[in-house]
């Protein structure tokens, strides 16, 4: 058991520095998910606590004992890779055991052992079966199992559920979630899919380009995202985003197409008769009359997902269908039915609106 | 499933394999027939007459201590060129995977012998190792062994084993250097979290890992010392001293060719012939079986 403490990591390969300088400081037992978009060093500071990437600036503590120049295998930790990393020639037990023995444990604590991970992990009768005859979930099952045997302060998984079809991405979160909780060892996670970091996390790290943006629980990310990329990163469908100009008496924010929207009583600090970009979530925008809208959308697309309708839109007729990324969406109840080319009122729902600073992207007032 | 082409004219297929099946049946199979037709023979000195004799000529092979001698001098030869050529190209393999820095410089450089022709590589030897001109032969003397293989049989037969070896390092180099990336980095990593140094990655992840590589190599290593070594041997030794280096595929030219017992020689050639059916069945056979990870 052992808490993991980051200080100002850097990494730089060559002339090229890949992150930026992160600091967090992990807790005993709790679940960290690190989260980015791909290239973003997300894999590589999680390789740099396992020991099998160099650190070029900075520290870091496992359990209080800086391990900069600790080899992987005496830092403690386990690690469950994305393709699972599973040898081969050797049989599941053998897998389980490999790292065992060279601990020089016994024989029957080492049976011991794999037992008890098969056990929790019900990989009891692949125990002789190779890897190759197994299916890609109980691969990944042999994988946390060998990470478990080895009785680790602290547990690194490097997006470890990308391999898998999606059904089963979602039972293996489940079992890695509660797995965690009862084991109580402090985990690092690298994922870059936003829903697995959602569900799974104590805390959430956002990094994005090599600097972490936020580090905070889930719903606080979500809530008050820090900057405009985390905004966009968490959250299903992605956060809708406007440019406009905030007023003189910091009360409303003309957008492009002439509209007004209230800022009632957001904090917008020295940003008045500037301009900043607006970000709204799909959920925070409701339907009204005519003379309450605060924006009219034109439907583009209609996605039905019988739980829920999401109605993409644009504020002027000039958008183009290929544009959609760019397209403003409402998440409606699952019996609406908005059609195509009709115009949709909608306003801002209140504790709905962010906003972000134009050029920094970080975010304005709380 | 692979999507068949099919040829409008029957005709086209076969023209395009045709120059194909020249080259086999004139350079394989006429003179393998021959071979086979002539070791029932036996023919005078001076191609006067001939007599169809059965298998007088492989009795008279097995009955003669030079030939069976002969056949452990090469089973010797053989096993001695496929483990030291495998087991340092396995060290050099291991050692280049690791590389980072110059790793492209190093693995041309190992490369190059490969494309040295066998006689040269002989004739390489030949000068290093003269006892009257060979800077190695004068080095060995600076420290008091006096290296002759032009007397000594074991020498000689070291000298051989060296060149053959030499030659082959790169082939098998390259195969083994292959197979090594083959192996998912993530593999190796996860070994070193587990706890293993270099040295037990290699004998517990690595070299598993590469034994379908490895017996490849093995067949392909004992098939060249047994038949590509002809041009080293008549380079270094000429089959001698007093035969202590007269390997099967030098005796049959040797025999035919300055023996001019051309009956007996087609039998020792089709006894080869045999024996390279056999490790080709063999390789066959087991890497077919053999799995891949």
């Known amino acids: ?366 | 499933m692979l999507k068949r082409v099919h040829f409008n004219t029957s005709w086209l297929p076969f023209a395009l394999v045709a120059p194909q099946i020249f080259i086999t049946v004139v350079f394989f199979l006429w003179p393998a027939g021959q071979a086979i037709f002539q070791s029932f023979l036996l023919e005078d000195a001076f191609g006067l007459s001939t007599e169809f004799v059965w298998f007088d000529n492989f009795k008279e092979l097995w009955a003669d201590d030079a030939y069976t001698d002969s056949f452990s001098r090469t089973a010797f030869f053989s096993l001695m060129v496929a483990f030291l050529s495998l087991s340092i190209a396995l060290v050099l393999a291991g050692m280049a995977d690791r590389i980072v820095k110059f790793a492209t410089t190093y693995r041309t450089l190992l490369i190059w012998p490969y494309a040295v022709a066998p006689v040269l590589a002989g004739a390489l030897f030949v000068f290093m190792f003269d006892p009257t001109l060979g800077l190695v032969a004068y080095a060995l003397d600076i420290f008091g062994y006096d290296w002759n293989h032009k007397l000594n049989g074991g020498e000689a037969m070291a000298l051989v084993i060296m060149a053959a070896t030499w030659k082959q390092i790169s082939y098998n180099f390259l195969f083994f250097l292959a197979a090594m990336q083959s192996i998912p980095k993530s593999l190796l990593e996860a070994a070193a979290i587990d706890g293993a140094g270099p040295a037990r990655r290699f004998w517990t992840i690595i070299f598993p890992l590469i034994t379908p590589t490895t017996f490849f190599l093995l067949v392909v290593n004992i098939v060249y010392a047994f038949f590509d070594t002809f041009g080293i041997i008549s380079a270094v030794t000429d089959g001698g001293p007093a035969g202590a280096t007269n390997i099967l595929v030098y005796k049959v030219y040797s025999d035919g060719f300055i023996g001019l017992d051309l009956g007996g020689s087609a039998a020792q050639s089709v006894v080869l012939m045999a024996i390279v059916i056999v490790i080709t069945i063999i390789q066959f056979r087991y890497i077919e079986k053999k799995v891949d990870y």
């Open chain 1, 1 to 366: 058991m052992a808490g993991v403490n980051i200080r100002n990591i850097k990494k730089s390969y060559g002339a090229i520095e890949v992150l930026h300088g992160i600091s967090v400081d992990i807790e005993d037992g709790e679940f960290i998910v690190i989260v980015g978009a791909s290239g973003c060093g997300k894999s590589t500071l999680l390789r740099m606590v396992a020991g099998l990437e160099a650190i070029t600036e900075g520290e870091i503590e496992i359990g209080g004992r800086v391990v900069n120049e600790v080899e992987p295998k005496d830092r403690d930790i386990a690690m469950v890779f994305q393709n699972y990393a599973l040898y081969p020639h050797m049989s599941v037990y053998q897998n389980m055991a490999y790292g065992l023995k060279l601990m020089n444990l016994p024989k029957d604590e080492i049976q011991a052992r794999v037992d008890k991970a098969a056990d929790m992990l019900q990989i009891g009768e692949y125990l002789k079966r190779r890897p190759r005859e197994l299916s890609g979930g109980q691969r990944q099952r042999v994988a946390m199992g060998r990470a478990i045997v080895r009785e680790p302060s602290v547990f690194l998984f490097d997006e470890p559920l990308s391999n898998l079809d999606a059904k089963l991405r979602v039972t293996m979160r489940l079992e890695i979630r509660a797995l965690q909780r009862r084991l109580d060892v402090t985990s690092l996670y690298v994922t870059h899919d936003q829903v697995e970091a959602m569900t799974l996390a104590d805390r959430l790290i956002v990094l994005n380009d090599g600097y972490a943006e936020q580090i905070d629980t889930p719903l606080n990310i979500y809530e008050n995202p820090a900057s405009e990329f985390v905004a966009g990163f968490i959250g299903s469908p992605p956060m809708n985003f406007f440019t406009g100009d905030l007023s003189t008496d910091g009360k409303s924010i003309e957008i492009d197409s002439g509209a007004k929207i209230a800022v009632k009583d957001y904090p917008v600090g020295d940003n008045v008769g500037k301009p900043i970009r607006i970000g709204v979530r799909a959920e925070k925008l409701e339907p009204c009359s005519r003379n309450e809208a605060e924006i009219i959308l034109k439907i583009a697309a209609v996605e039905t997902l019988g739980s829920e309708t999401l109605a993409h839109g644009f504020t002027d007729d000039g958008m183009a269908i290929t544009d959609m990324e760019n397209s403003i969406v409402v998440k409606m109840p699952g019996d609406a039915r908005p059609t195509v080319g009709e115009e949709l009122p909608v306003r801002v729902m209140a504790g709905g609106l962010h906003l972000f600073d134009v050029g920094t992207g970080k975010r304005v007032g709380g």
